[in-house]
């Protein structure tokens, strides 16, 4: 029972630099979402899906990008990487009728 | 927009003593609530939830109810031990139509250390 799968679990990126985070889920949820998370802000939503071929912005989607092809997969793409974006990041995913969401293990990322 | 307040932090108890985080929220519909628990180093997992006002959420010696004449959803837990150091999160999930479904407001986070 895999749930929500994230890889990798820490990285340290250059500024400038590009580079996808990787979200997996085998439970068939519809909703996916990325959010990230720092000291003091709780968690911040960046982009969410309701299923294949439909993404959203959420509250922080600058430098972000995100794509659905598969209902299991919902990868974030840094595309030029910024000391702003040193975070932990989380992938959720639920059923579209709310109840629980299964969150990631997470990605440390550092942009030194 | 909706937006979840929670007590600040941290929050520091002995063993065996109660425990009360405060949650309060602003919805424009009539949301679902829910605590969520991260413990070190791991992603955030369901404690417990209440759909509807009056409910009370429990799990582990832990509860909350939704008052929603107060809009408030604190959790409490009448005897707290040293596996129960970790952050907590109060979130809500708007219920309607569209892509309202699923989406979490979460508060800032409690961090709960409980010493021996």
């Known amino acids: 029972n895999a749930g929500v799968t994230q890889t990798p679990k820490f990285q340290v990126l250059k500024t400038g630099q590009s580079m996808t985070l990787q979200c997996a889920q085998d439970?068939?949820?519809?909703?996916m979402s990325w959010y990230r998370q720092d000291p003091g802000m709780g968690l911040r939503l960046i982009h969410y899906?309701?299923?294949?071929?439909?993404?959203d912005q959420g509250e922080v989607p600058n430098g972000y990008n995100v794509s659905r092809s598969t209902t299991e997969d919902f990868p974030l793409r840094l595309l030029s990487a910024a000391p702003s974006q040193t975070s932990v990041y989380f992938c959720?995913?639920?059923?579209?009728?709310?109840?629980?969401?299964?969150f990631g293990q997470g990605t440390r990322l550092t942009v030194v | 927009g909706d937006s979840v307040t929670q007590m600040e932090g941290p929050v520091t108890l002995s063993e065996e003593a109660f425990l009360t985080i405060n949650c309060t929220y602003t919805?424009?519909?009539?949301?679902?609530l829910f605590w969520y628990v991260q413990y070190p180093g791991e992603g955030l997992q369901l404690l417990l939830k209440a759909t509807k006002a009056d409910d009370k959420g429990s799990n582990k010696g832990f509860e909350a109810t939704y008052r929603k004449e107060t809009t408030s959803f604190h959790l409490e837990k009448g005897s707290v031990q040293v596996s129960d150091s970790a952050v907590y999160f109060c979130?809500?999930?708007?219920?309607?139509?569209?892509?309202?479904?699923?989406?979490?407001?979460f508060g800032q986070g409690t961090i709960l250390t409980v010493h021996p």
């Open positions: 979130a809500l999930s708007e219920r309607g139509g569209g892509t309202s479904y699923g989406k979490l407001t």
């Open positions: 959720a995913s639920s059923f579209l009728q709310g109840g629980e969401a299964f």
């Open positions: 439970m068939n949820h519809e909703y």
């Open positions: 919805a424009t519909g009539y949301p679902s």
């Open positions: 899906s309701v299923g294949a071929g439909i993404t």
